[in-house]
C-alpha cells in the first residue's frame, strides 16, 4: 500500500496527501516545501505518514521535497506581513474601480510569485480591470478567488452562541451538507435566529447529532398522530426526543405527557411505540 502524509496549507484546512519520500518520520507541525499543481508552496504536516489503500487516492501523489529550514520560515513571516499590507490596499482599489466586493484575505505563493485575493461579493464580478491595477502595483501575478459567506466566516473567525469559537475556525475542516430537515429532526424551532450561525446559513453543528436524532424519532410516533395512552385516546402535539416522552392533547379536552413505550398507534393499536436510549 502506499505511503502518504496528510498535508494542510492553511490552519483547519482541508488535508491532502502528499508523497513523503526519503521523509517518513515527518511529526504533525512540522513545516515541509511541496510540489503542487501551481508551483512549490510551504505547507504543515498535521497527520504523520501512514499506509493507505489506493482507492483513497484521487491521482499520482506529489511530492513533499524537503523539510523547511529557517530561511523558509523566516520567508514565510515576511510575506504573510506583505500580505496583510496589500489587503486594504486591494480594497481601496477595488473600491476606486466601483466593485461591490469586500476582500477578505490576501495571500502570497511561497516565493512572492503570486498573490492570491479572496473577496465576497453578492453577484459575480467583473475584476479584469482591477486584475491588471494591482499586477502592476505589486508588481506579481494576481489570482482572484470569490469565497462564500461560510468561508468568510472561517477565515475572519468569531464565536458562536455556545460561547466558543466557531467550529470551523477551530476544527471543521471541511464544511458538508446542512438541510432545515436537521432543525426539524431537533425540534429546534425554524425562526433563522436560532437555526443561523454568524455566516448567516444554517449552522454546521445541526448536523452533529443529526443521525441519532433520525434514529431516535423512528421509535416515536409523528406530530399529528393520533394514539391511544392509558387515558384514552388523543393526538400527539410534541416530541421530547431525547426523553422519550410524547405531548398529547387527550379527547377529554387535557393535555398531558406520556412516555413514548405507553403509547400506541390508534388506527393499528397492534403498533406499540419504545423509548429511545431507555436502559
Avoid at 501512514?50 to 520567508?75: C, F, H, I, M, N
Avoid at 485575493?117 to 501575478?141: C, G, I, M, P, Y
Avoid at 426526543?241 to 393499528?268: N, T
Amino acid at each position: 500500500m502506499p505511503q502518504v502524509v496528510s498535508i494542510q496549507f492553511q490552519p483547519v484546512t482541508k488535508l491532502y496527501y502528499f508523497d513523503p519520500g526519503p521523509y517518513t518520520d515527518l511529526l504533525p507541525g512540522e513545516w515541509v516545501l511541496v510540489e503542487t499543481s501551481r508551483g512549490k508552496e510551504l505547507a504543515q504536516v498535521a497527520v504523520p505518514a501512514k499506509e493507505v489503500d489506493a482507492s483513497e487516492l484521487e491521482g499520482p501523489l506529489k511530492r513533499v521535497l524537503r523539510r523547511a529550514g529557517k530561511y523558509d520560515l523566516d520567508q514565510r513571516v515576511y510575506w504573510a506581513r506583505q500580505a496583510e499590507a496589500a489587503k486594504p490596499v486591494c480594497q481601496q482599489k477595488a473600491n476606486a474601480h466601483g466593485l461591490k466586493m469586500r476582500v477578505v484575505r490576501c495571500t502570497y505563493s511561497y516565493n512572492g510569485e503570486r498573490l492570491t485575493v479572496e473577496f465576497v461579493a453578492e453577484h459575480r464580478v467583473d475584476f479584469r480591470a482591477l486584475v491588471r491595477d494591482l499586477a502592476r502595483h505589486f508588481s506579481t501575478r494576481i489570482e482572484m478567488r470569490q469565497i462564500g459567506v461560510r468561508d468568510q466566516a472561517k477565515i475572519v473567525g468569531d464565536f458562536g452562541r455556545c460561547g466558543r469559537e466557531l467550529c470551523c475556525r477551530s476544527f471543521l475542516r471541511e464544511f458538508h451538507s446542512v438541510s432545515i430537515r436537521m432543525a426539524k429532526n431537533q425540534s429546534i424551532p425554524l425562526s433563522s435566529s436560532d437555526i443561523s450561525g454568524v455566516c448567516g446559513r444554517l449552522m454546521c453543528s445541526l448536523a452533529y447529532e443529526n443521525d441519532m436524532y433520525a434514529k431516535a424519532r423512528k421509535h416515536l410516533p409523528k406530530v399529528g398522530q393520533k394514539v391511544i395512552t392509558p387515558d384514552g385516546p388523543g393526538v400527539v402535539r410534541y416530541l421530547n426526543v431525547l426523553l422519550g416522552k410524547v405531548s398529547v392533547y387527550l379527547d377529554s379536552g387535557a393535555m398531558k405527557e406520556f412516555k413514548a413505550s405507553d403509547l400506541s398507534l390508534f388506527h393499528h393499536p397492534e403498533r406499540v411505540f419504545s423509548t429511545p436510549f431507555e436502559e
